[in-house]
Structures are given as C-alpha cells and as structure tokens.
C-alpha cells in the first residue's frame, strides 16, 4: 500500500463508511437508532437527575451519577455521527482532527468508566467487608476524590493512545469501514505490517481493562471471603443482592471491550467489529439504566419521590 504523507491534520479527511452496504435498511435502522439514542438520553437524565434532587446521597448513588454523566456524553460522542452517516448515502466525512477527537473522547469516557467501575467495587467491599467504618471510609470528600481520578486517568490514558495512533502513516485509502473513529479500524488503516503500532493500544488496554478487572476480581473475592463466614443464608444472600447490579454492568462492560480491543490486528474484522460497536455504543448504554432503576433500592426510592410529587402537583 502507498503511503500518503503530504496530507497536514488540518486538511486531511477521513470517510466514515458506516452501514453503507445496507442501503435496504437504512431507514429502518435510523429510526431503530434514533429511538434507542432518545430512550438512552432520557433513562440517564431521569438517573441523574433523580441523585441530583436527592437531599440525602450514599456513595453508590454519588456513583451512579457519574455513570450516569459518563454514559451521556458516551453516546453523544458517537450516536449522532452514527445517525448522519445513516442518512448519507456514500458514508460521512470527518476530519483529521475530528476525528481524533472523537477517538480521544470515547476512549477517555471508556476508561473513566473502567476506572468508576474499580471505584463501585470498592464502595461494595467496604460496605460488606468493613461496614461499621464504611460512613468514615466512603466520605463525600473522599467520593469526590476517587471520581475525579477516574476521569483524570481516562484522559490521560487516552490522549496518550490518540496521540501515538495518529502519528502513524495512514496509506491513500482513508476509508474506515465503520460508523465512528473507532481504534482497530483506524489502526487497520496505517501503512506498516508491524505489530509495533499496536503497542499503545496494548498498553492501553493493560491500563485500562487489565488493571482495573484485576482491582474489582480482588474487591470481590474479599467480598466472597466475608460472605463464607456469614451464617444467616439471608443475610448472605442480601448482602451479595447490593452486587448483581454492578457485577452485570461490569460483565457487559469488560465482555465488549475485550473483545474488541484485547487481540491482534490481523483478527480485525469490519462487519463483525461493527456489529460488536452497536452493542456497547448503543444496547450497553440503555441497559445500564434500567439495570440500576430496578436492582438498586436507593434508585427506586428516589424515582418513586419523584413520580408521587409529580402526580401530586398534576391533582
């Protein structure tokens, strides 16, 4: 393949392919899209905002939050690119410089998550592990803290892979066969037959998928260990309850993401990454909210305050 190299950042172009090969579908699939987009924004906002008016706020509800927040900005990066190339017939354009940016975006929101992700397991093993410390432990000050690191650790793993992936020398063809600047198809575009650019995308991952599994497979075989010496069934059984819900995201989280990004350049698929892409761009985001709206007490309990005095004030 032919190099290309007198094209600047400031003039060079990239084309999102997106889902051109599927010209029968393609208003089926916006309207799909656009449906589970404005469903997704609305269970996040209700999330966000139902913590927000909460007086009284836990540590996992000042989480949730943040998931909530993270979730938001996930799928405005990615979504309305995806619905405009839906709606072009020969794909969407997109910068040098846009579309770095939204690969800077999307992986920093994606490793802030993994990083809020470790955080939640750590809030779950103090409350089960050392639950008489759990209020001294778990302060707001100390809350704030940790989400503050995690979104400080996103961006900054992530402007150093953005960085190290757009140096490379991208060939004539700048077509990626995808709906946004996705990693692995934009790496699939380089000019070199090495296994070295995949390096910061390793690195990456170890920072931000391996590292983080590791913390949260710890956090919960101390969490088991507890759990064997408690004697009352039910109480076992009510403890581990306050965990299905982060053990479920974080399952559909790391599940999607190591898939993707964990294996060789050479097992690089564009329809199969694809359809891989809908899933944790667009399904994982949806489920995230009706996952804690009805596995989460504090949730439920804030939502059905607000629906009450909502349907007082229509009376």
């Known amino acids: 393949m032919e190099r290309d190299n007198k094209s600047t950042g400031a003039t060079m172009e990239f084309l999102l392919l997106g889902f051109s090969e599927l010209l029968c579908l393609r208003v089926l699939l916006f ?8 469903v997704t924004l609305a269970g996040n906002v209700m999330i966000f905002m139902a913590v927000v008016m909460e007086p009284s706020r836990p540590p996992m509800l000042f989480f949730l939050c943040q998931l909530s927040v993270i979730e938001l900005c996930y799928t405005l990066v990615i979504v309305p690119k995806a619905l405009f190339s839906l709606i072009v017939v020969d794909g969407s354009t997109i910068s040098f410089i846009g579309c770095a940016a939204q690969m800077h975006l999307f992986v920093a929101l994606g490793g802030a998550e993994c990083f809020l ?9 103090v409350a089960i592990c050392q639950p008489l410390h759990y209020i001294a432990v778990m302060s707001e000050e100390f809350c704030l803290r940790l989400a503050v690191a995690c979104c400080l650790g996103g961006f900054a793993v992530a402007l150093g892979l953005t960085v190290a992936v757009f140096r490379l020398p991208f060939c004539q063809s700048r077509h990626i066969n995808h709906f946004f600047c996705d990693v692995p198809a934009v790496l699939h575009l380089a000019c070199t037959q090495s296994y070295t650019p995949e390096l910061p995308l390793l690195a990456a991952c170890v920072l931000l998928l391996l590292l983080p599994f590791l913390l949260i497979l710890t956090s919960y075989v101390c969490i088991a260990a507890a759990l064997l010496h408690v004697t009352s069934s039910v109480g076992r059984c009510k403890a581990f309850s306050t965990c299905i819900s982060h053990l479920a995201i974080t399952s559909l989280h790391y599940g999607c993401a190591t898939f993707m990004y964990i294996r060789p350049k050479t097992s690089y698929s564009p329809d199969r990454d694809k359809m891989v892409s809908l899933v944790y761009t667009n399904i994982t985001p949806l489920l995230y909210p009706l996952i804690y709206s009805l596995r989460n007490k504090e949730i439920r309990g804030v939502l059905r305050k607000i629906y009450l005095s909502f349907y007082r004030e229509m009376l």
């Not at 309207?31 to 404005?38: D, E, M, Y």
């Not at 992700?117 to 093993?125: F, G, I, K, Q, W």
């Open 31 to 38: 309207l799909i899209f656009l449906i589970i987009h404005l």
């Open 117 to 125: 992700l470790v955080a939640m397991s750590y809030d779950r093993y």
